[in-house]
């Protein structure tokens, strides 16, 4: 999206950098606070991978999105099998553009601190 475009721009007074690690913020805490919860199991998990990546890219600003599901129980034992998502499960990596300005924002599960964190990977302008 160019700045002719972006009819919101008048309302961030700040550079396309932070602009981008705000845009950055705003799909981490989408792709956490939406989809946790959703039902999964190993016969839709590849699914709910796309559905997260494809709500994330059609919103502004974003040039790429892959989300990877990680379950430690992958097989269906009877009909009432399946797993709840939590963050511990998602693995994410979001790119987003403003005008010249990359930032590249990541969510995984951390297992020293016990929490899935969200966080800037690179950024360039």
């Known amino acids: 999206m160019s700045s002719r475009e972006d009819k919101a721009s008048k309302m961030f007074r700040c550079s396309d950098r932070e602009r981008a690690l705000f845009e950055a913020g705003i799909k981490m805490g989408t792709i956490y ?4 919860g959703t039902p999964v199991n190993s016969d ?8 997260v990546e494809r709500s994330i890219m059609v919103q502004p600003f974003v040039r790429s999105a892959v989300v990877k599901i990680n379950m430690n129980k992958k097989e269906k034992t009877d009909a009432y099998d399946y797993l ?26 951390d297992k020293e601190l016990d929490y899935t964190l969200m966080y800037v990977s690179e950024i360039s302008l």
């Open 33 to 36: 606070h939406q989809f946790v």
């Open 44 to 51: 839709n998990i590849r699914e709910l991978e796309l559905a």
């Open 84 to 109: 709840s998502l939590t963050g511990e499960m998602i693995d994410a990596v979001v790119t987003i553009m403003v005008n010249g300005a990359s930032v590249t924002a990541e969510m995984r599960y």
